[in-house]
Protein backbone atom coordinates (compact mmCIF):
# COMPACT_ATOMS: atom_id res chain seq x y z
CA UNK A 1 0.00 0.00 0.00
CA UNK A 2 1.21 3.79 -0.42
CA UNK A 3 2.39 5.50 2.18
CA UNK A 4 0.00 7.85 3.58
CA UNK A 5 -3.07 5.66 2.13
CA UNK A 6 -5.56 4.31 3.80
CA UNK A 7 -7.45 1.04 3.70
CA UNK A 8 -8.84 0.12 0.22
CA UNK A 9 -11.57 -0.95 2.25
CA UNK A 10 -11.76 3.34 3.06
CA UNK A 11 -15.28 4.51 2.08
CA UNK A 12 -13.44 8.28 1.56
CA UNK A 13 -10.69 10.26 1.79
CA UNK A 14 -10.09 13.55 1.61
CA UNK A 15 -6.98 15.67 0.06
CA UNK A 16 -6.14 19.32 0.49
CA UNK A 17 -4.66 20.64 -2.27
CA UNK A 18 -0.86 22.12 -2.53
CA UNK A 19 0.13 24.93 -0.77
CA UNK A 20 3.05 25.29 -2.78
CA UNK A 21 2.11 27.16 -6.23
CA UNK A 22 5.26 25.31 -8.03
CA UNK A 23 3.45 22.09 -7.25
CA UNK A 24 -0.03 23.64 -8.60
CA UNK A 25 1.26 24.34 -11.74
CA UNK A 26 3.19 20.80 -12.05
CA UNK A 27 -0.16 19.35 -11.73
CA UNK A 28 -1.81 21.51 -14.33
CA UNK A 29 1.38 20.47 -16.63
CA UNK A 30 0.35 16.94 -15.72
CA UNK A 31 -3.01 17.11 -16.74
CA UNK A 32 -1.93 18.51 -19.91
CA UNK A 33 0.02 15.73 -20.72
CA UNK A 34 -2.46 12.81 -19.92
CA UNK A 35 -3.62 11.31 -22.45
CA UNK A 36 -7.34 10.91 -23.33
CA UNK A 37 -9.33 7.55 -23.57
CA UNK A 38 -5.88 5.31 -23.27
CA UNK A 39 -3.64 3.80 -20.97
CA UNK A 40 -0.37 5.33 -19.65
CA UNK A 41 3.20 3.39 -18.67
CA UNK A 42 4.69 4.16 -15.46
CA UNK A 43 7.75 3.34 -13.92
CA UNK A 44 8.91 2.95 -10.20
CA UNK A 45 11.82 3.15 -8.33
CA UNK A 46 13.26 0.60 -10.41
CA UNK A 47 10.60 -2.01 -9.14
CA UNK A 48 8.61 -2.36 -12.41
CA UNK A 49 6.79 -0.74 -14.55
CA UNK A 50 2.83 -0.43 -14.27
CA UNK A 51 0.34 0.34 -17.39
CA UNK A 52 -2.38 2.96 -16.29
CA UNK A 53 -6.11 1.84 -17.52
CA UNK A 54 -7.79 4.48 -19.00
CA UNK A 55 -10.25 4.73 -15.66
CA UNK A 56 -7.57 5.45 -13.82
CA UNK A 57 -6.00 7.76 -15.96
CA UNK A 58 -9.72 9.80 -15.72
CA UNK A 59 -9.53 9.90 -11.93
CA UNK A 60 -5.80 11.03 -11.46
CA UNK A 61 -6.62 14.12 -14.31
CA UNK A 62 -9.96 14.88 -12.64
CA UNK A 63 -8.28 14.82 -9.23
CA UNK A 64 -4.92 16.42 -10.55
CA UNK A 65 -7.25 19.48 -12.15
CA UNK A 66 -9.43 19.95 -8.81
CA UNK A 67 -5.93 20.08 -6.87
CA UNK A 68 -4.13 22.47 -9.26
CA UNK A 69 -7.43 24.61 -8.93
CA UNK A 70 -7.07 25.05 -5.32
CA UNK A 71 -10.13 22.55 -4.41
CA UNK A 72 -9.62 19.74 -2.20
CA UNK A 73 -10.21 16.46 -3.44
CA UNK A 74 -12.56 13.12 -1.95
CA UNK A 75 -12.33 9.83 -3.24
CA UNK A 76 -15.22 7.94 -2.45
CA UNK A 77 -15.93 4.03 -2.74
CA UNK A 78 -19.32 2.70 -4.17
CA UNK A 79 -20.94 -0.40 -4.13
CA UNK A 80 -22.30 -1.10 -7.39
CA UNK A 81 -25.89 -1.35 -5.55
CA UNK A 82 -27.44 1.56 -3.56
CA UNK A 83 -29.89 2.20 -0.97
CA UNK A 84 -32.06 5.18 -2.45
CA UNK A 85 -30.45 7.17 0.38
CA UNK A 86 -27.04 6.34 -0.71
CA UNK A 87 -28.30 7.50 -4.19
CA UNK A 88 -29.43 10.64 -3.25
CA UNK A 89 -26.61 11.48 -1.64
CA UNK A 90 -24.54 10.70 -4.66
CA UNK A 91 -26.72 13.33 -6.90
CA UNK A 92 -26.77 15.43 -3.98
CA UNK A 93 -30.86 15.51 -3.87
CA UNK A 94 -33.56 14.51 -0.95
CA UNK A 95 -34.15 10.92 -0.49
CA UNK A 96 -38.23 11.61 -1.62
CA UNK A 97 -36.62 13.34 -4.98
CA UNK A 98 -34.83 10.17 -5.40
CA UNK A 99 -38.24 7.92 -4.97
CA UNK A 100 -40.08 10.64 -6.89
CA UNK A 101 -37.58 10.04 -9.82
CA UNK A 102 -37.62 6.07 -9.41
CA UNK A 103 -41.16 5.80 -9.20
CA UNK A 104 -41.69 7.46 -12.48
CA UNK A 105 -39.53 5.55 -13.99
CA UNK A 106 -37.18 7.85 -14.79
CA UNK A 107 -34.41 5.65 -13.06
CA UNK A 108 -34.37 2.10 -12.96
CA UNK A 109 -34.52 0.05 -9.75
CA UNK A 110 -35.21 -3.29 -8.50
CA UNK A 111 -37.08 -4.04 -5.42
CA UNK A 112 -36.45 -7.56 -4.41
CA UNK A 113 -38.55 -7.25 -0.99
CA UNK A 114 -39.34 -3.61 0.74
CA UNK A 115 -36.56 -1.71 -0.08
CA UNK A 116 -35.32 -0.03 -3.63
CA UNK A 117 -32.01 -0.81 -4.44
CA UNK A 118 -30.22 1.37 -7.29
CA UNK A 119 -27.63 0.42 -10.12
CA UNK A 120 -24.93 2.22 -9.78
CA UNK A 121 -24.55 2.35 -13.39
CA UNK A 122 -28.27 3.24 -13.76
CA UNK A 123 -27.64 6.55 -11.19
CA UNK A 124 -24.74 7.37 -13.23
CA UNK A 125 -26.35 7.35 -16.59
CA UNK A 126 -29.35 9.49 -15.29
CA UNK A 127 -26.69 12.01 -13.59
CA UNK A 128 -24.91 12.22 -17.47
CA UNK A 129 -28.22 13.24 -18.63
CA UNK A 130 -28.62 15.68 -16.60
CA UNK A 131 -25.72 16.93 -17.25
CA UNK A 132 -25.72 17.05 -20.56
CA UNK A 133 -29.36 18.41 -20.96
CA UNK A 134 -28.15 21.50 -18.62
CA UNK A 135 -25.08 22.26 -20.89
CA UNK A 136 -25.98 25.88 -22.80
CA UNK A 137 -25.97 25.46 -27.11
CA UNK A 138 -22.69 26.81 -27.89
CA UNK A 139 -22.46 30.23 -29.28
CA UNK A 140 -22.10 31.32 -32.73
Known amino acids: MLPGVRSPAAAEHTVDPP????????????VAALPAGTSWTVSGDGSGRWELPAELLEVLGLAAAALAEGRP??????????????????????????????????????????????????????????????????RR
Not at 113 to 120: A, C, M, S, Y
Open 19 to 30: ADPAVSEQLREL
Open 73 to 138: VTLSCHEQVLSTQEAADLLGVSRPTLVRLLDAGVIPFDQPRRHRRVQLADLLAYQARCHHAERPAP
